[in-house]
């Protein structure tokens, strides 16, 4: 049997203070579409966050994660939408890459492919 694959891992964890109190942990994954790195978070009371499945080699990420290139590095016109189930990412067809409307699995993570 193989060893199961990395596809998702903690990036920064920081710890709110006030009346919240809850871990707000952000976690990266390589885009085999855009090819950049990706990140969402869990906990604490500012938005965006998304609900995760807690496995890192087979994650779940609910909703949606979409990424304009206003905000990135990936052009004028860049925009990468996806959901992740059971370690695939599902491109949807807003995306400006090759992989719009494909599902693949998520690759590798490796340290070099998100910083």
Not at 4 to 14: I, T
Request: charged share 30%; net charge negative; glycine share 8%.
């Amino acid at each position: 049997m193989s060893e199961p694959v990395l596809r998702v891992r903690v990036y920064a964890s920081d710890f709110m203070s006030g009346e919240d109190e809850k871990e707000d942990i952000r976690y990266v994954f390589h885009c085999p579409g855009c090819g950049y790195g990706h990140w969402f978070k869990t906990g604490g009371t500012k938005r965006p966050k998304w609900e995760f499945n807690d496995d890192l080699y087979r994650p779940t990420v609910r909703p949606s994660i979409l990424v304009n290139a206003q905000a990135t590095h990936l052009g004028p016109n860049g925009r990468c939408h996806s959901f992740i189930t059971d370690g695939r990412i599902q491109f949807l067809m807003d995306c400006w890459h090759d992989l719009r409307g494909m599902t693949v699995d998520l690759p590798e993570l490796e340290e070099e492919d998100c910083w």
